[in-house]
């Protein structure tokens, strides 16, 4: 079984420029979330889909990210203007069904703002 | 507000002992707690799980116990091995998972 791709790995841009990632999930994983790591902390909950629909948004800077799961599969995060204060690991993670905690994360992005 | 607490944000432990890492919890309203393993440059991967009315599961060398009137939650690995050398986060929840700040944990040959 495949697992959870991420591209790219490493982006640095500067401050105020934008910035897309893209996920591509375990297959027939409905559940989607794109966490961002801060170094030092523990990952923290972005967004989370079902099929194509969000679920939960409540932590996602709405101002200045958002993303999208279209058609149900592939999932892009995008930053526009990037802050100094995102330069984080964005994680994205797949699961069969909600409610379940056994998720499998991808290898992640590593942001740095300049 | 942070919800999930690792209060040790490192531990050593010799080859063949028991490692112990503990997490503190202040919402009591959540179904699942969970283990999950980060190796460098990799994302976490789940290691073990435990549903709110439980209070101990084994999975091999690893065990999780759930002590709910205290809000508490430990990973006992025994014996360890230098390949658990990583970063352990607790996490629980419900619909979506609160993650901790992680304990290092470096098991010496």
């Known amino acids: 079984e495949a697992g959870v791709a991420q591209s790219p790995r490493y982006k640095i841009i500067e401050k105020r420029q934008s910035v897309a990632f893209w996920c591509n999930p375990i297959s027939g994983h409905a559940t989607l979330y794109w966490y961002q790591q801060i170094l030092g902390q523990g990952p923290k909950l972005l967004i989370q889909f079902q099929n194509n629909g969000v679920v939960d948004d409540s932590q996602l800077p709405k101002d200045r990210f958002s993303a999208e799961r279209l058609k149900g599969v592939d999932s892009t995060l995008k930053i526009q203007p990037a802050k100094l204060e995102d330069s984080a690991v964005y994680l994205c993670?797949?699961?069969?069904?909600?409610?379940?905690?056994?998720?499998?994360f991808g290898s992640g992005t590593r942001l740095t703002v300049v | 507000d942070q919800q999930v607490k690792q209060n040790s944000p490192s531990l050593s432990v010799q080859e063949g002992r028991i490692s112990i890492l503990n997490c503190d919890y202040t919402?009591?309203?959540?179904?699942?707690f969970l283990w999950y393993k980060k190796y460098p440059a990799e994302g976490p991967t789940f290691l073990i799980s435990i549903s709110s009315i439980k209070d101990k599961n084994e999975d091999g060398r690893f065990t999780v116990f759930l002590n709910k009137s205290a809000k508490h939650l430990s990973l006992h690995i025994v014996p360890s091995q230098p390949g658990d050398s990583a970063v352990y986060f607790c996490a629980y929840g419900g619909q979506n998972f609160v993650f901790g700040p992680g304990t290092r944990l470096s098991v010496l040959p």
């Open positions: 919402n009591s309203m959540f179904d699942y």
């Open positions: 993670a797949s699961s069969l069904r909600q409610g379940w905690g056994g998720y499998t």
